[in-house]
Each structure stands twice: as C-alpha cells, then as structure tokens.
T-cell receptor, first 113, second 116 residues
C-alpha cells in the first residue's frame, strides 16, 4: 500500500520501551481530543479520546495527557510492540459551532525489534 | 460488523480529467465525512453529511469538487476537472451521530488519487 507521512517527524524506540508522542493543538476553544493510529495503506484508527474537563485518561497500554494551559497533548504507549509502528495523529474538535475534527500533522513511530 | 467501504482503492488520471469516488458507510451511521489527506499531512475535512443533508462544506473547493448522498446512505465525491494538487488519499468516515454526543468516526481505507 501507499506510504503515509514520508516526511513526518519520526520517533524510534526499542521494543518493550515506553513511547511518548507529543502534539500541540491550535484552538483554545477545542474541548475534545482524539489520538488516531494510521498504518500504511489504511485509514486512521481510533486509539483513545479525552474531553477538556479531564487531564488524563488511560486505556489498554495507552495513556493520553492533556495540558490546556500550554495547549499540549501527549500519547504514552507502554511496552511498545512492533505492531505499534505507524503514524500517529492527534485531532481536536470544538463542542459548538463547527464540530469537524482538525487533525495535526502526525508523528511516525518506528519500533525496533 | 462491516467497516466503511471505499472504491476504487487506487486511481491514476491526467489533469483536467474527471474522477469519482464511492463510499458505503457502516450500516446505521447517519453522519458521513469526506477527508483529503495529502502525503505527509493529517486528513482535512472536505464535507460532512447528516443523513442526506450537508452539515459542513466550508473547506470543499466547490468550483471543482462536488459530493452527494442522495438516499442518506452511500456517497460519491467527484472532482471535475482534476488538478495536479488534487493528488492525495481521499478518506471516507462515518459516525452514528454528529450532534452533542461525541460520535466516534470510523474511517475507510481510502482512495489513492494520482493526477499526472
């Protein structure tokens, strides 16, 4: 399939290590944030979301942290596996007005065995 | 549950030609989205439908792009005439609702368009 994100920033980690992917969002009025994973040749896949009234949310092996003061979002992946290799996008949305998702530019995660 | 279906998966056309993409959302999903994803960038919303009505088409280049969802299920996105800068992956997504609930969006595999 086609490659996604040939010129994206890349994070390279060893299998078993923890990964942290960062995202700076643009709109202080955004109140809903999502992390997506996109493998080559596939559409984005939902990983985890968080509302603006929270600062941390945990899923299976993933944690999202939200710092509204500096408009920063991070995705932590515990015990990173080769199957986690993909491009990761954060997306933001407002609760009023235009409610469409706005995606960030993405980070490529490469997991070395 | 079947996912969002899109066809074709790949299309190569010359500039100034026309092209159409098809999307079949997840059964029961009222909201359908078309995104354009240029290589190296995140998806950008082109148009959003709620059933067969347009909710948001503010970023759709209406001089050359059109989309319809006549019966509130399948949708087609058309480009006429295509330009070189239209080369991208066109993603379709659907969700149960676009109202005040969050409505997780499920994406199809996309159609890779190359304009030469």
């Amino acid at each position: 399939g086609e490659s996604v994100g040939l010129h994206l920033p890349t994070l390279s980690v060893q299998e078993g290590d923890n990964s942290i992917i960062n995202c700076a969002y643009s709109n202080s009025a955004s109140d809903y944030f999502i992390w997506y994973k996109q493998e080559s040749g596939k559409g984005p896949q939902f990983i985890i979301d968080i509302r603006s009234n929270m600062d941390k949310r945990q899923g299976q092996r993933v944690t999202v942290l939200l710092n509204k003061t500096v408009k920063h979002l991070s995705l932590q992946i515990a015990a990173t596996q080769p199957g986690d290799s993909a491009v990761y996008f954060c997306a933001e949305r407002m609760d009023t007005g235009r409610r469409a998702l706005t995606f960030g530019s993405g980070t490529r995660l490469q997991v070395q065995p | 549950e079947a996912g969002v279906a899109q066809s074709p998966r790949y299309k190569i056309i010359e500039k100034r030609q026309s092209v159409a993409f098809w999307c079949n959302p997840i059964s029961g999903h009222a909201t359908l989205y078309w995104y354009q994803q240029i290589l190296g960038q995140g998806p950008k919303l082109l148009i959003q439908f709620q059933n067969n009505g347009v909710v948001d088409d503010s970023q759709l280049p209406k001089d050359r792009f059109s989309a319809e969802r006549l019966k509130g299920v399948d949708s087609t996105l058309k480009i006429q005439p295509a330009k070189l800068e239209d080369s991208a992956v066109y993603l379709c997504a659907s969700s149960l609702t676009s109202g005040k609930s969050l409505g997780e969006q499920y994406f199809g595999p996309g159609t890779r368009l190359t304009v030469t």
